[in-house]
Every structure is written in C-alpha cells, then in structure tokens.
C-alpha cells in the first residue's frame, strides 16, 4: 500500500520510520519531510507540499493513488483536511475539524470537560484585556495559568507566578497580539499541582488502546526552568502512571471524553493525546491534543511491538480490538537539539555533523525535525533540531544511552538539556 504523511517535524519522522518497517506498504511519501526523511532513501520519499496545503495534498493523494493518509500535526486538521480527505473518499487518519477543537479550542476543550465531568482546572474565559486585568487584580491565589485559546506551536501557555507576571502576559497576549488570532480568546485557569504526564490513545471512534505512558520536559531550561518549548525531551513508559493512575485515567478522562465526542454526533477517530497533571495519584486534565506529541513520539512509536499500519487500518475499519497492541518490554528516552537561541529567534543553515559511530550504536536512532538536506549537506532549519532516542532494558540505560549517542553529534551552537529523565530517577 502506498502511505502518506502530512508533516515535517520529528514526530512525522517517527511516524516515516514506523510506517516503512511494515511489510504491507510499499511507499511511503511524507509531505514536505524533513532532511531525515529525504535521506532514509528506499520506500521513503519526501514531496514538496506544505502541511496546510490541503487541496495541493488531497490533489496528491488522487494522483498518485495514495491508500491511506496520517495527519501529523495540528495545523491542517484545524484547516479540516481530514473531513476534506473523507469527502473524497480517501482513507485518511485523525479526527474532523470539529473533533479537533479539542487541542485547537482551549475554550471549546474547557467547556467539554466541564459538560462531561472530566477533571480540570477551574478557568474563565476572557476575550479583551480590560476584563482579563480586572479579573486579575481580584485574584489574591497565585500562580495563575494564562493560555491562547489557539495554536501557538506549543508556546502559548504561560504560568504567571506573580501579578505583576499575569499583566506582562495579557498584555503580551490582548495588546501586543504575540500569538496573532490564537489569543482573540484567551483562558486564565487555576494551577495544577503535581507532575506532568502524557498519554496516548489511538481510537476509532468507541474502540481505544493506549500507548505506553510518557512523561515530556516542555521548559528550555535544565530543572523545568525557562520559556515554554515545543519539548525538549521525553522518555517512557513513565513510573508516575502506575496500573491505578492508569485505570483512574482511563474510567475518568478517555472514556468520558470519547463517550462526549460520540453523544454530541462528532466521534472523535485518530490519535488523541492527554496531557495530564498527576497529584497524590490523581489525575487532572492540563490539555488535550488531537494527534501523536512531538518529541514523545519519538519514543512510544520505537515502543511499540506490533504493526502500526495494521494497527490504523483497523481503527479506520472499527475493529480496534482485533489486532495485536503489544509494546516492548523496554523503556526509551530521546533527547532534543536545538538551535542556540530557541525558543526565541535563532539562526539557521548551521552545518551538521555525525559521527559514524552513532550507527554504530544498537537501538539508538536520529530523528529529524528541523533540517535540511541538499543531496550532499545536511544543515540546520528550525529550532529543534533533532531527537536522538535510545531503547534499552531500564529506564536509567536509555536516559544514558541516549546522551552517549548525544556526543556523537553536532551544530554550531547546539543546545539540549542535560536533565531528560532525571525526575523519574529521583
């Protein structure tokens, strides 16, 4: 079968190089890729259409007779490529425009929680900073979170730990409009305590199996420090979700939420991502996402035993619960470089280099997010660079296997946090 992969970040190289292990497909086209998928050669082939490029996609997919298309990021579901696909009668996995409102709507998200008991902060909803203010100079409980409503590449939450904190980021979100449309709405909720954990669900709709439980480091600096990233690292399976926290997850969020999609004439289909707070072994939603996260699928994907072609033939077909989701009895850890700079402005076209001996190394493999290949030089292109990922029996192994692989690697000006995993240690 021949595949297609909307994207061009680490998570869609993940995704290529899952894809292509599968004996059923016999091409597979990313759109537009990256340098990594340019050079993984073979059954792989990168085409130059833009991930929001709907109609240039759905065109491509007529043409060259493509048998199933995987959305990766959030952008063109927002733009409603999945209902367009559909419409054309093209197998295309993720969920609807409106099912995604779930990770591109915090407000819509919010009020779905609410309307189907689904733990959460307590929010209000704001859509002009004179209201936002008054609301904050009547707030003595600090910290508060402000989030953009929309898509802001990850880095539209800020966690105001002072009042002072709170102005700066309305007035960065109503006035000087940093995160453009994204924050016309604009949702200050309670802070969560406890620690992040990430979950994923591939579902068709009423059937769901889950990923193997991650946990990712979304602060650019070293002990959750700094401005808030698109990810920085991530490692798997996470000891925080234990068997309880899981059920509790499972008889409290996922099942709720795909019942809510269901009773609201909307099944949500494809892969839903749950971010969570944990506290005391209790979980609380921090956010949805409406397909695999980016960098930890740079570690659930290498986790997973079974086919994951035939897995999301099965979802399209509703007969989830047909196949095989066996994962491997191993954990995984990847570590992101990035430019110097991210995630602010940096430079780009920085020369890559890498050393042989990483192929050297068993179960380590590169991923690539923001890079460039010309046929010859591999250069830089975007603010994460890459992922390096590591399986190996424990935890500790791979955090260690992983920043082996790290040295064999390097940029002009290469940053990554030295701390990926350490909380799970501790």
């Not at 929010?123 to 203010?133: H, I």
């Not at 890559?352 to 460039?372: C, R, Y």
Request: glycine fraction near 12%.
């Amino acid at each position: 079968m021949r595949v297609l992969i909307v994207g061009g970040g680490g998570r869609e190289h993940a995704l290529a190089w899952a894809v292509a292990r599968s004996e059923k497909v016999s091409k597979v086209y990313v759109a537009p890729g990256n340098g990594g998928t340019a050079m993984m050669g073979g059954k792989v082939e990168n085409v130059a259409i833009e991930a929001v490029d709907v109609d240039g996609l759905l065109r491509f997919a007529l043409d060259e007779s493509v048998d199933l298309t995987i959305i990766g990021p959030e952008q063109p579901l927002e733009a409603g490529i999945v209902d367009r696909f559909s419409g054309s009668g093209k197998k295309v996995f993720g969920p609807t425009k409106y099912a995604a409102q779930l990770e591109t709507s915090k407000v819509f998200a919010k009020e779905f929680m609410c309307r189907n008991g689904i733990p959460t902060a307590s929010y209000e909803v704001f859509r002009d900073y004179v209201s936002a203010k008054d609301f904050l100079e009547k707030t003595t409980d600090f910290p508060q979170v402000i989030k953009a409503s929309g898509l802001a590449a990850g880095k539209g939450v800020i966690v105001a730990d002072t009042l002072d904190d709170a102005m700066r980021a309305i007035d960065d979100l109503f006035e000087k409009r940093i995160f453009g449309e994204a924050a016309d709405e604009v949702v200050i909720e309670s802070f969560l305590e406890g620690e992040e954990a990430s979950v994923f669900v591939v579902t068709d709709g009423t059937g769901y199996r889950f990923f193997l439980p991650s946990q990712d480091h979304k602060r650019i600096g070293v002990g959750d420090t700094g401005k808030n990233t698109g990810g920085m690292g991530a490692y798997a399976p996470a000891p925080l979700v234990t068997e309880d926290v899981m059920r509790k997850i499972e008889e409290r969020v996922v099942v709720p939420t795909l019942e809510g999609m269901r009773k609201e004439g909307t099944p949500y289909t494809g892969f839903l991502y749950v971010g969570l707070m944990i506290e005391n072994s209790e979980p609380s939603v921090v956010e949805y996402n409406a397909r695999l996260g980016d960098p930890e699928a740079q570690v659930v994907l290498p986790l997973l035993e079974s086919d994951l072609i035939g897995v999301l033939e099965a979802s399209l077909d509703g007969r989830l619960g047909d196949v095989s989701f066996e994962m491997k009895g191993e954990a995984a850890t990847t570590v992101v470089l990035a430019s110097k700079g991210y995630p602010d402005s940096y430079e780009q076209g920085k020369e890559i280099s890498v050393e042989s001996k990483l192929e050297q190394l068993d179960n380590v493999m590169l991923f690539h997010a923001g890079t460039s290949f010309d046929g010859e030089k591999l250069t830089t292109s975007g603010g994460r660079v890459l992922s390096l990922t590591a399986l190996a029996p424990s935890l500790k192994e791979s955090i260690d296997l992983a920043y082996r692989a790290v040295g064999y690697v390097e940029f002009e000006g290469v940053y990554y946090r030295r701390d990926i995993g350490a909380k799970a240690l501790s």
